[in-house]
C-alpha cells in the first residue's frame, strides 16, 4: 500500500485560509517592514527618517496594486472570495517582494541585477494566471485578470521607485516577455503531466486540476464525468435489519459500496443521503459502514438512486415479528468479532482497536456473509471503522487479517449463549458544531431484555475516529450504564469531510467534549425509548457503477507517476525559465 499512501501524502498540501482581516494586515506589514529593512541596507543606517520612507515605499509599490488587484477580482468576479483573492494577491506580492530586494541591492555591484526583478514580473503573472484558470475556475478571464495586475506592478513601480528610467513601453515589453516565459514553462509542465493522465486515464492535466479545485473550492462535480468515463459496472448487495417497536420503527441499512472519494463526488454524502432518502414518518434509518475500499467507491452521487431502491425493494418484503437475540464478542488475533444473534439472523461487525482498519475488501464480507449463513437464515457485515491511527492498509483477500476475521467469527459461533427478549430504542443527535461530524450526525442504537444489561451501538458519520476518542466515549458510557453489557463506536467512514481538510478527518481530533455530549445525549434517550421489539431482515443484489479496482489501482499508479514526473520536471524547467528570461532581457 506504499503507491496508495504517498498519492494521499499529496493532501497535506491543502490548508485552509487564514481570515480576510488576517491576510490584508499581512500584506500591509510585511512589505512595509521590507521596504525599512531595504532601506536600512542600502543606506547602512537606522535613521528614522529614512526607515518610515522605506516603509512607505514598500506599501505603495508592493501593497497598494496587491490590494486593488484583490479587490478588482472579487467586485467583477464574485466567484471569488475576499479570502481567496488576498491570499493570491500576498503570494504573488511576497514572490514580486523578493526579486524585488535583490534587484534593488545587487544592483549597486551589478547594473544588470536590475533584471531580476523581471522574474517576479514573470512569476507573479504565473501565480495569477495559473490560480485563476485551473483553481477558481476563471477560463476567459484569467488572462485579463493576470495582465491587469502585471500592469498595476507596473505603474506602481514606475511612480514609486527611482529603480527603472526608462519608457514605459519598454518596461511592459520586459514585462510581457516575462509573462511568456513563465506561462511557456507553466504549459510545457502541464504537457509533461498530461502523458501519463492521458494514456492511463484518457485525462488532460488542465481539466484534472480544475476539476479538483472546482470541488474543493465550489462544491462542483466536474470531475464525476471523468469518473463515469473510467468507471465499470459491478453487482453488490444492499442488506436491511428492521427494528419496530411501539416507539416507530428503525432500519440499519448497509450498502455495500464506499462512501467516497472525497468532498460531494461520488458516495462521498451517501451515509446521510440515503438516510433522508428513505425518510418516512416514525421511521428512521441508520446508515453503516460496509466492507468494501475505494475500488467501490461509486461514480456519482447519482448511483444512490439503485441503492435506495433496493432499500425499499427488501423493506417491502419484511414482515418484523418478535424474537429473541444474543450478542456475543469473540477474539482472534487482533480482530474481534461482535456476533449480533437475532432470531435466526446474524449481524456481525468487526473490529481490531486500538489498531487500525483502514476498509476491507468485499470480496472479504462477502466470505465472512457465507461463513456465518451456515447457521444463519440471513447475514450482513459491517467494518466499525473505529481506530484512525493514519495507516491506509486495506484488508485484502489473503492477508494475515482476513484470516483472523474469519477465526473470530467461527470463534463467535461458537460461544452464543442463550437468546433473550428483544427490546429496542434509539437516537439520533445532530451535528450541528461538530466540525469532524457528517450530516448524519450521531446515531445510537441501544438492544436490552428484561433479563439483560443495555447494550450500545454508537455510529458517528465521521471518517473514522481516534482511538484515544473511542475509548474516552466507551468509558464515558460504561460510568453513566451501571448494566451496560456491550458498547462499540462505529463510524459510516463518510468522505464528506475529506477536502481543503485532507484525507484524514477522524473524529476526535477536536470537540471531543461536545461529541461525548451528543453521544451520551443520544445514549440517554435510546435507553429511556426502549421496549419490545419485532425484527426482520433482508438482503439484495444491485447494480452499480464505481470506480472498480483497477481503475482505483490506475488513479493510484498514475497521481505517483505524474508527482515523481513533476518533482524531477518542476525546478529543471523553472531554472531554465529563468535562465532563458535573464538571457533575452540581456539582448534588449
Known amino acids: 500500500m506504499e503507491a496508495a499512501k504517498t498519492a494521499l501524502g499529496m493532501t497535506k498540501y491543502f490548508v485552509s485560509l487564514p481570515s480576510a482581516k488576517q491576510l490584508a494586515a499581512l500584506l500591509l506589514l510585511i512589505p512595509m517592514l521590507a521596504g525599512a529593512l531595504l532601506a536600512a541596507l542600502s543606506t547602512g543606517k537606522l535613521e528614522p527618517a529614512s526607515l518610515i520612507a522605506g516603509a512607505g515605499s514598500g506599501l505603495f509599490i508592493i501593497s497598494l496594486p496587491s490590494f486593488i488587484a484583490a479587490g478588482a477580482l472579487t467586485a467583477l468576479r464574485r466567484r471569488v472570495q475576499a479570502p481567496r483573492a488576498l491570499a493570491l494577491g500576498l503570494l504573488s506580492a511576497l514572490v514580486y517582494l523578493l526579486f524585488y530586494m535583490l534587484a534593488v541591492l545587487l544592483r549597486q555591484v551589478n547594473p544588470a541585477a536590475f533584471n531580476l526583478i523581471f522574474i517576479g514580473f514573470g512569476l507573479a503573472f504565473l501565480l495569477w494566471f495559473s490560480t485563476l484558470k485551473f483553481a477558481f475556475g476563471l477560463e476567459r478571464s484569467a488572462w485579463l485578470f493576470a495582465l ?169 418484503k419484511l414482515k418484523p415479528k418478535a424474537v429473541s437475540y444474543d450478542l456475543h464478542t469473540a477474539q482472534a488475533g487482533s480482530s474481534r468479532c461482535h456476533l449480533l444473534s437475532i432470531g435466526q439472523d446474524a449481524i456481525l461487525s468487526f473490529s481490531r482497536a486500538p489498531l487500525s482498519t483502514e476498509d476491507v475488501n468485499f470480496a472479504i464480507g462477502c466470505a465472512l456473509m457465507s461463513q456465518a449463513e451456515k447457521q444463519a437464515r440471513e447475514s450482513m457485515v459491517m467494518d466499525c471503522h473505529n481506530a484512525e491511527t493514519g495507516d491506509v492498509d486495506y484488508v485484502e483477500p489473503g492477508s494475515p487479517i482476513a484470516f483472523e476475521m474469519a477465526d473470530a467469527l467461527a470463534e463467535a459461533m461458537r460461544g452464543k449463549g442463550k437468546q433473550m427478549p428483544l427490546q429496542a430504542g434509539w437516537a439520533r443527535a445532530p451535528a450541528d458544531g461538530l466540525s469532524s461530524v457528517g450530516d448524519g450526525g450521531v446515531m445510537v442504537t441501544c438492544l436490552s431484555s428484561p433479563r439483560a444489561g443495555a447494550s450500545f451501538f454508537i455510529l458517528l458519520d465521521s471518517n473514522g475516529i481516534t482511538g484515544e476518542a473511542r475509548e474516552r466515549l466507551l468509558t464515558a458510557v460504561r460510568a453513566r450504564f451501571s448494566k451496560c453489557r456491550f458498547a462499540e463506536v462505529l463510524t459510516t467512514d463518510t468522505h464528506q469531510l475529506n477536502s481543503v481538510r485532507g484525507v484524514f478527518n477522524p473524529a476526535g481530533t477536536e470537540g471531543l467534549d461536545e461529541l461525548e455530549s451528543r453521544v451520551m445525549e443520544a445514549c440517554e434517550r435510546a435507553w429511556e425509548s426502549l421496549s419490545p421489539a419485532r425484527f426482520d431482515m433482508g438482503k439484495e443484489r444491485v447494480s452499480v457503477k464505481v470506480l472498480g479496482p483497477y481503475q482505483s489501482a490506475e488513479i493510484v499508479a498514475t497521481l505517483n507517476s505524474v508527482v515523481a514526473v513533476l518533482k524531477l520536471a518542476l525546478p529543471i524547467v523553472l531554472i531554465a525559465a529563468i535562465g532563458l528570461l535573464l538571457w533575452i532581457l540581456g539582448k534588449i
Not at 154 to 165: D, H, P, R, V
Not at 298 to 316: F, L
Open 148 to 316: 491587469a495586475q502585471a500592469v498595476g506592478y507596473t505603474l506602481f513601480l514606475l511612480a514609486g521607485s527611482t529603480l527603472y528610467a526608462g519608457a514605459l513601453s519598454d518596461l511592459l515589453l520586459r514585462v510581457g516577455l516575462s509573462a511568456a516565459v513563465f506561462v511557456a514553462a507553466l504549459y510545457a509542465l502541464l504537457s509533461l503531466a498530461s502523458g501519463p493522465l492521458k494514456k492511463n486515464l484518457g485525462l488532460k492535466s488542465g481539466d484534472v486540476l480544475s476539476g479538483f479545485s472546482s470541488q474543493w473550492l465550489y462544491g462542483e462535480k466536474d470531475l464525476e464525468g471523468a469518473f463515469e468515463e473510467i468507471g465499470e459496472e459491478v453487482t453488490t448487495y444492499v442488506a436491511l435489519a428492521r427494528f419496530e417497536t411501539k416507539n416507530g420503527t428503525l432500519d440499519w441499512v448497509v450498502p455495500y459500496v464506499h462512501f467516497g472519494p472525497f468532498g460531494n463526488l461520488g458516495g462521498s454524502q451517501f451515509s446521510a443521503q440515503i438516510a433522508n432518502e428513505l425518510a418516512e414518518e416514525r421511521k428512521e434509518n441508520f446508515v453503516f459502514h460496509s466492507t468494501c475500499t475505494h475500488d467501490f467507491d461509486p461514480v456519482s452521487s447519482g448511483q444512490i438512486g439503485p441503492i435506495v431502491s433496493a432499500a425499499r425493494s427488501i423493506a417491502s
